[in-house]
C-alpha cells in the first residue's frame, strides 16, 4: 500500500518531467504501481464538475421521495421532466453529494463493573424443526462484563415463556446480576418507556425473587443493550447454520451445548479472554440463587368434557373417566400438564408443543366404551388367579380352552374355590386334577373335601 508521502513524492516527481521508468528505479516501486498513482492523480485536487449537476435540487427530491432507490430516480426524471441521466452519472452524483446514506456519528462505549449488570432480549429466526421450516423466538441473556451468553428457542414468546427462561438462565449462570437490561416490550412491562416504565407486579415479584432489577433502555436506544443485541447475528450465522432439529428439546439441548463449547469459550478480543474465564471473576460478585426455587407454571381451571378431556392450547389432556363434569385445576409447565382434582394429582401429561388439535391419552383413564372392546384381553378372574403357581396357571389355560368364550363363568367358580378353601387342599386337588385331566369343577370340590376331611371337618 502507498503511503500518502510516497504518493505526493511519486506527484511531486512527475510534475518535473522525471519518467515512470525512473521514479520506479528511485523509489524501488514497480512501474504498475506508479502509473495507478498518476492516474489518480491529487485527491486534493478540486473535483471534476458534472454537466447534470445542475439537476442536483431535482435528485435530491427524488431519492427522498423514492426511499433512496437510484434506480426508480433514474427513471422519474425521464418521466417527469424529460432529463436522460446516465446511471453510472446519477451515482457518481450520489457519492460526491453524500446523499446515499447518513453520515456516521461516533460511537461511545458502556463499561460495566462485575456483577453490575445483564442484558436481555429476543429475536425471531427461521429454524428447521421435524422437518418443517418455523419461525421460532430465540432468547437470550448476557452478562455485561464477562459477555457470558444463555440461549434457548421457544414456538412462542409470551410472559410464561419468559419466566421459564429466566429461571433457566438465571440457573445456568448461577447467579444474577443486580439490574437486567431489557426492552420496551409488554412481556415485562406494563406501562412507560425507559428507566421510568412500570413492570408487571409478577415479573417485579420475579425479580425480587432473584435479588434483581428488570430497566427497560429507553426508546429507539437498542444499543443500550448491544451486549445481547449483537450475538443474535452470530448465533443465526453459526448456530443454525447447518443444523436441523427433531423437536424443541433437542435444539435447546444443542443450544446450550453450543453455549458451552463454542461461543462462552471463544477469545474476544475486547475481553483479552474468553467469557469463560472473565465469568471466574464476574462470579464471585452476582447475587446468589434463592435456595428454593419454585417451579414456574401458569394455572387453569377446565371443565372435563363428555369425552373424558380438559382443553389447553387447542390440545385435550386425557383424565380418569369417573371425573367426567368435574372441575379441575390445570397446571401448564415448560414440557408438562399436571392435573389436579382439588389437592389430589389425578394426571400427568408431557406437553403437547409441535402440533395443534391432537390428544394425549394414559392408559387406564378411558376403558372401552364397547363390550366387544371390553372383552379383549384376559378377564379380572383370570388376572387374580395367576402369576403364583405354574399347575395352578396350566390348569387354568386348560380350563379356559374347555368353556365357552373366555370362560369368565368357570374361572370365576375356581375363583370361589380357592377363596372358600384352604392353600394346601386346594393346591392339591388341582395338582390331582391336571394329572388325570379333570375340568369338572363339581369334582374337583369333591377332590378338595377329600383332602379336608380330618383336618378341618369332624366327618367320622
Same mark, same amino acid.
Given at each position: 500500500m502507498? /503511503?500518502?508521502?510516497?504518493?505526493?513524492?511519486?506527484? +511531486?516527481?512527475?510534475?518535473? @518531467?522525471? @519518467?515512470?521508468?525512473?521514479?520506479?528505479?528511485?523509489?524501488? *516501486?514497480s512501474r504498475n504501481t506508479v502509473r495507478g498513482v498518476l492516474k489518480q492523480g491529487d485527491p486534493h485536487a478540486p473535483v471534476k464538475e458534472s454537466k447534470y449537476d445542475r439537476h442536483l435540487p431535482i435528485i435530491k427530491d427524488l431519492l427522498r421521495e423514492c426511499r433512496g432507490n437510484a434506480v426508480r430516480v433514474r427513471e422519474e426524471p425521464a418521466s417527469r421532466h424529460d432529463i436522460h441521466i446516465p446511471y453510472q452519472s446519477l451515482t457518481w452524483i450520489i457519492r460526491k453529494e453524500n446523499l446515499g446514506a447518513g453520515k456516521k456519528k461516533r460511537a461511545g462505549e458502556y463499561v460495566f463493573e462485575p456483577g453490575e449488570e445483564m442484558q436481555h432480549d429476543t429475536s425471531p429466526h427461521n429454524i428447521i424443526l421435524g422437518a418443517r421450516k418455523i419461525k421460532a423466538q430465540c432468547a437470550a441473556l448476557v452478562l455485561a462484563y464477562s459477555r457470558r451468553i444463555y440461549v434457548q428457542y421457544y414456538p412462542c414468546f409470551t410472559r410464561f415463556e419468559c419466566r421459564v427462561f429466566l429461571a433457566k438462565a438465571f440457573e445456568y449462570m448461577d447467579g444474577t446480576a443486580g439490574k437486567c437490561i *431489557? &426492552?420496551?416490550?409488554?412481556?415485562i412491562v406494563a406501562d412507560g418507556v425507559g428507566p &421510568?416504565?412500570?413492570i408487571t407486579p409478577e415479573m417485579e415479584h420475579f425479580g425480587r425473587m432473584y435479588q434483581t432489577r428488570f430497566e427497560?433502555?429507553?426508546?429507539?436506544?437498542?444499543d443500550r443493550k448491544a451486549r445481547v443485541e449483537r450475538p443474535f447475528h452470530y448465533i443465526e450465522n453459526n448456530f443454525l447454520s447447518g443444523r436441523t432439529f427433531t423437536d424443541w428439546q433437542d435444539i435447546n439441548t444443542q443450544a446450550i451445548d453450543w453455549c458451552n463449547k463454542v461461543s462462552n469459550q471463544k477469545h474476544k478480543r475486547s475481553l483479552g479472554m474468553s467469557p469463560d474465564a472473565a465469568y471466574i471473576m464476574e462470579k464471585l460478585s452476582l447475587n446468589p440463587l434463592p435456595p428454593v426455587v419454585p417451579p414456574v407454571y401458569k394455572s387453569y381451571y377446565r371443565v372435563v &368434557? *363428555? !369425552? @373424558?378431556?380438559?382443553?389447553? +392450547?387447542?390440545n385435550r389432556y386425557s383424565v380418569p373417566h369417573n371425573l367426567v363434569g368435574a372441575r379441575l385445576e390445570v397446571q401448564k409447565h415448560w414440557d408438562k400438564v399436571l392435573i389436579y382434582n382439588k389437592q389430589a394429582m389425578v394426571a400427568e401429561h408431557t406437553r403437547i408443543l409441535e402440533k395443534r388439535d391432537s390428544r394425549s391419552t394414559l392408559p387406564g383413564h378411558h376403558p372401552p366404551l364397547h363390550r366387544k372392546d371390553a372383552n379383549l384381553g384376559p378377564c379380572r378372574e383370570e388376572?387374580?388367579? /395367576?402369576?403364583?403357581? !405354574? +399347575?395352578?396357571?396350566?390348569y387354568v389355560q386348560n380350563l379356559k380352552k374347555r368353556s365357552r368364550g373366555r370362560g369368565v363363568l368357570n374361572l370365576r367358580r375356581l375363583l370361589n374355590l380357592q377363596r372358600s378353601y384352604p392353600g394346601e387342599p386346594f393346591m392339591a386337588a388341582v395338582s390331582t386334577a391336571l394329572q388325570y385331566g379333570l375340568y369338572d369343577l363339581a369334582r374337583l370340590e369333591k377332590i378338595i373335601l377329600d383332602n379336608t376331611a380330618g383336618d378341618f371337618f369332624d366327618l367320622t
Open positions: 502507498i /503511503t500518502p508521502a510516497y504518493r505526493q513524492t511519486i506527484l +511531486e516527481m512527475a510534475h518535473k @518531467g522525471v @519518467g515512470i521508468r525512473a521514479i520506479s528505479r528511485m523509489l524501488k *516501486i *431489557i &426492552d420496551n416490550t409488554h412481556v &421510568d416504565a412500570l427497560p433502555h429507553w426508546l429507539n436506544k437498542p &368434557d *363428555i !369425552q @373424558g378431556y380438559v382443553h389447553l +392450547e387447542t388376572v387374580l388367579l /395367576t402369576g403364583d403357581n !405354574q +399347575e395352578l396357571d396350566c
